[in-house]
């Protein structure tokens, strides 16, 4: 849920309008996105290893995610055994969601063509944390010269990464097809895409043994979210330089999208 939740999140507001700026007309602004987690998301099965001086066996224990309740739950020791690895499971955050905020640039080039830009540095304790995001859109009514198209339509694919340190490190990738519709200073959207979230962990996990020394075992994995297609229905109200824009999507876990920021077409 973690990698589904963050795929969620950084695949929205992406777009507020399928009209592209014109040469170096440019919106600068913040997105505010929030995705509730279901319960169901909440917990998940553990697989444990129990070993004993002459068996070593499995078994299954249900415990928090990272969005769960919190506090450690200990796995169990069926009788005859003596340990069990990992002995103790961390509690989770106990939060209904996951809120998130993304500052964005978009500036328009030549043909209909656009470029967005989205750049979070963070520094937390010793580690280093990125979030970076590009792509590239394309107004189909400017490139193909569709003059008497109804609506506005565009194209989009957008590639973003996320890195804490060399723990963490994911990545999406987000493309959609996007209409709308101006009528005065309100303009109404819809939109469908597809995406997809990978994140890779790499750390070192320790554990213990009764009467033996602490052993370190590297670990590598990478794991790919449950975010895939996405449905999107929104408005834009666009005052002189002013810009608002707020936006439900339909997907894994459906979540809301809201902007405010400055336009200059």
């Known amino acids: 849920p973690l990698i ?11 777009y507020h309008s399928a009209a592209t700026h014109n040469l170096l007309g440019f919106d ?6 929030w995705v509730p987690i ?19 066996s499995f078994i299954y224990e249900t415990t928090a995610t990272v969005f769960g ?5 200990s796995a169990t020791i ?38 967005l830009v989205r750049y979070i540095p963070i520094k937390y304790k010793e580690a280093d944390i990125q979030i970076f995001g590009a792509g590239l859109k394309m107004g189909l009514n400017k490139l193909l010269n569709l ?16 890195n804490i340190g060399d723990i963490i490190k994911s990545s999406t990738f987000s493309t959609n097809v996007h209409a709308s519709k101006t009528f005065l200073v309100l303009t109404p959207y819809i939109g469908l895409g597809y995406e997809n979230t990978k994140m890779n962990f790499k ?15 590297p670990v590598e994995v990478s794991i790919t979210g449950e975010n895939h297609f996405r449905a999107v229905v929104g408005f834009s109200f666009k005052l002189a ?17 809201g902007g405010i920021g400055f336009s200059i077409r």
């Not at 589904?4 to 992406?14: I, K, M, P, V």
């Not at 600068?28 to 996105?33: D, N, T």
């Not at 003059?147 to 996320?162: E, I, N, R």
């Not at 554990?207 to 033996?212: K, S, T």
């Open 203 to 217: 750390y070192d996990f320790t554990y213990q043994l009764p009467g033996q020394q602490p052993t370190t075992v």
């Open 28 to 33: 600068i602004g913040l997105k505010a996105m």
């Open 78 to 115: 069926p009788v005859g055994y003596l340990a069990a690895i990992p002995p103790v499971f961390p509690g989770g955050l106990n939060v209904p969601g996951l809120p998130f905020l993304m500052p964005q640039l978009s500036v328009g080039l030549i043909k209909g063509t656009e470029v």
């Open 147 to 162: 003059k008497l198209m109804p609506v506005d339509v565009a194209l989009q694919g957008v590639y973003q990464v996320f």
């Open 241 to 257: 330089v002013l810009l608002i824009h707020a936006d439900y999507n339909i997907a894994k876990y459906p979540t809301f999208n």
């Open 38 to 56: 279901p319960e169901s998301a909440k917990t998940f099965v553990a697989k444990v290893m129990v070993l004993s001086l002459y068996d070593t």
């Open 4 to 14: 589904t939740s963050f795929g969620e999140a950084t695949g929205s507001g992406l």
């Open 69 to 73: 309740k919190t506090g450690l739950d």
